[in-house]
């Protein structure tokens, strides 16, 4: 998606005393033994690990989640290629996904996500998603641990024209399965509602929420 630098392992093991090359070796050696999935990089299988607290077998779940059910929705993790689709490439310029300075008093990272193009007509649901996603992916590819954030979903901006173009369906498939498409370690979500409309619109995909997610 972009040109940004990715930590190596070797940064990571420098300033992260959790993470053992031991565990890694373990994960890349069970790795190879199933066939179904990828080839994953050590720094890769440090992320997974951190994700999930340094335990292995939760690791090893978490891994076969995060690979299976992002073939379940080709919708989001298909045509990732931001200089082949269009829809794609404007959708980081509909939205943003920003970093913000400082941290909470817990020290966990504040992630903002909110409309920057309040036309509706140039937004598309499932690009927004992967936008979204792929965003997610870079900043654990590229900043490493400690991968705990805060989510701050901003609909500012949201119009009857956005709530129409939502995909329900596949806003159902990412909510079911959002805590196992993504790997950090998601510590809270708060949401931002400022009009009628935006509040339609969280009413629209409130039954999909499970419990865990709620509970953030």
């Known amino acids: 998606m972009s040109s940004t630098k990715c930590i190596t392992l070797e940064e990571e093991l420098k300033k992260n005393a959790e993470l053992k090359l031991s565990d890694i070796q373990i994960l890349r050696e069970w790795c190879e033994k199933q066939p179904h999935l990828p080839k994953i990089q050590d720094m890769e ?21 995060y690979y ?23 959708a980081f ?3 943003a996904q920003l970093q913000l300075e400082g941290k909470t ?32 992916d870079e900043f654990s590819r590229s900043h490493g641990s400690p991968l705990e954030y805060i989510y701050i979903f901003d609909a500012t901006g949201t119009t009857l024209g956005h709530v129409a173009r939502l995909n329900i369906s596949i806003i159902k498939k990412v909510l079911d399965s959002i805590l196992d498409i993504i790997i950090v370690r998601m510590k809270g979500i708060h949401l931002i509602i400022t009009s009628s409309i935006a509040e339609m619109g969280y009413n629209m995909i409130k039954p999909f929420i499970n419990a865990e997610l709620i509970n953030l």
């Open 105 to 136: 008093k817990e020290g966990y990272n504040i992630m903002l996500v909110r409309l920057v193009d309040p036309d509706p007509s140039n937004f598309f649901c499932n690009e927004f998603i992967s936008a979204a996603v792929m965003s997610c």
């Open 45 to 65: 299988l440090a992320i997974f690990l951190h994700c999930s607290y340094y335990h292995i077998e939760t690791t090893k779940n978490k891994i076969e989640n």
């Open 68 to 90: 299976t059910y992002r073939t379940h929705m080709p919708e989001i993790f298909s045509n990732r290629d931001v200089l082949k689709v269009k829809r794609l490439r404007d």
């Open 93 to 95: 310029k509909v939205g």
